[in-house]
């Protein structure tokens, strides 16, 4: 058991479980809105110049895996991902990221969520930050997703759902 | 030190400091994109029926110190707030509640993260997950404030910036 009684600010409130299942909480619901889309709009719809929910949800993609194999390798990889035509073809890239985020993450040392490093030669942070970063910046884009899809006139997936 | 090489699972990888410093950054994000917005549109613009980004700053506010006081207490205190009818009174109170979560924070008795409770008679989780709650609808709505800020044709605050 770690000591939770040391000084304050210092004291340990997630572990790396927590912090796995509230990732995933969060990926099942861009799942879900990636759904609400159709089709169409899901690759040509967009507000006030920003990118598609399909080019959002790649980036999503493109961030999640090689952020693991980084935090886990201390090599940062980085291949650009060819975007899938289809709905369909996302949603299974999607699905396939979330069994290779349940394999990687179990894997990561220990010790690794407290090391300060440089991803991808350019974010300097710790990997506990670094993972913050990528969940937040889901968060952070799909939320505009729900904006385009109010503005498409359809209701999308309440945003405390995530089982 | 918290021992760090339990199973895997139940590692320990961030600190209540840290966490507050990652809501905090937040939040000084938040505060950017109110003071980007003109006043007239920060109270009457919005897209698809969604709400205006002064009426989700006011949600952030309510949240904050409450979800404080009820961590900290065991009590849930829910009062209404009056919304201000300025910018500058908007960004007064958004000063005095980070002023106030600064404050209480550490106040938060270390085995609380980790226990569950009803907040506000409704919401069942760990504290833990609560707080990561009240950061995230934060992150989600303010994304939602960014296309606002996009299709009134104005430069939001970069994403990435939260010193």
Redesign the interface.
């Known amino acids: 058991?770690?000591?939770?009684?040391t000084e304050?600010?210092?004291?340990?409130?997630?572990?790396?479980?927590?912090?796995?299942d509230?990732w995933q909480g969060?990926r099942g619901l861009t799942r879900r809105v990636i759904d609400a889309f159709p089709e169409n709009d899901l690759f040509n719809y967009s507000?006030?110049?920003?990118r598609t929910f399909a080019k959002l949800a790649m980036e999503f993609i493109g961030m999640a895996v090689p952020t693991l194999q980084g935090a886990i390798t201390g090599e940062w990889p980085s291949a650009p991902l060819e975007p899938p035509g289809t709905k369909a073809d996302l949603l299974k890239l999607w699905d396939s990221t979330t069994e290779e985020i349940d394999r990687l993450w179990?894997t990561i040392p220990?010790?690794r969520?407290?090391e300060t490093d440089t991803a991808f030669g350019q974010f300097t942070m710790p990997i506990?930050?670094l993972l913050?970063?990528v969940i937040?910046?889901e968060?952070?884009?799909?939320?505009?997703g729900?904006?385009?899809?109010?503005?498409?006139?359809f209701e999308p997936p309440p945003?405390?759902d995530r089982p």
Request: net charge positive; proline share 6%.
């Open positions: 058991m770690p000591s939770a009684k304050s600010g210092s004291v340990h409130v997630i572990t790396s479980g927590q912090l796995l509230q969060h507000i006030g110049g920003m179990p220990p010790e969520f407290q506990y930050g913050l970063y937040d910046n968060i952070h884009h799909r939320g505009q729900y904006v385009y899809l109010r503005a498409l006139g945003f405390y």
